[in-house]
């Protein structure tokens, strides 16, 4: 049977927004809780988070929850995370494996920062701007990904990154033998907030009493 979709009233606090992807553009009602990066003077990639709390109004959609199981959307105030990465750098064709193809005479239009380029320093391309049209390099553009989140509490698990703690077999020595972890010197831990994930919450915590409520809570280890 199919299912007739309700008329859906929205929070006086929320508003039509859209967010420009790589895939189009997104169209939604909700509104804006807060947007942190990690960019710094000098540093050629960083990251930007943006978090949107908004009303689902896609009738059949069904999105896996960590504290719900399988959650049917509609109509459901969710939240959105638009994640963002930055970067200024470009390498020589087959050279990292880290961008697109893209002709030099297109750098300024397909960069996102064109006039702050930088060479990989791994690859040491030659100054794209001085090669003859037509020559091809890989350039890295922006990289959205978009989360959405049934509860805070998915949310939390969302800017969660995996962990780090000193291992237990050589005491955290770089460079050793160690077969525990091959000469790291760590292994893997618990995952935790990513630096920018852990500034967004403390951000937006007193605005939404569900990510407070979420971001108090005691985990165990």
């Not at 939240?79 to 961008?99: A, D, F, I, P, Q």
């Not at 750098?107 to 794209?128: G, H, I, M, S, T």
């Not at 989360?147 to 998915?154: L, R, S």
């Amino acid at each position: 049977m199919t299912e007739i979709a309700v008329e859906l009233t929205f929070p006086d606090d929320m508003e039509l927004l859209e967010i420009k992807t790589s895939e189009g553009t997104l169209s939604f009602q909700g509104k804006h809780l807060g947007t942190v990066d990690n960019e710094r003077d000098g540093r050629p990639r960083w990251a930007e988070l943006e978090l949107y709390k908004y009303v689902s109004t896609d009738p059949g959609e069904v999105i896996e929850s960590r504290v719900l199981g399988n959650v049917k959307t509609y109509g459901r105030q969710m939240y959105l995370l638009h994640t963002m990465g930055h970067s200024v750098l470009y390498h020589k064709k087959n050279g990292c494996n880290k961008g697109v193809l893209v002709p030099v005479e297109d750098f300024p239009k397909r960069a996102e920062f064109p006039e702050y380029l930088e060479p990989c320093p791994e690859c040491r391309p030659p100054d794209w701007s001085k090669m003859e049209n037509g020559t091809v390099m890989e350039l890295e553009v922006i990289r959205h990904l978009i989360y959405k989140c049934a509860t805070a509490v998915d949310l939390l698990a969302e800017l969660r990154r995996p962990g780090k703690k000193s291992c237990p077999g050589c005491g955290g020595v770089r460079g050793g033998q160690c077969a525990r972890c091959r000469g790291k010197g760590w292994v893997p831990g618990p995952p935790t907030l990513s630096a920018p994930g852990a500034r967004l919450v403390e951000m937006v915590k007193f605005k939404d009493d569900d990510i407070r409520k979420a971001a108090s809570t005691t985990r165990k280890l």
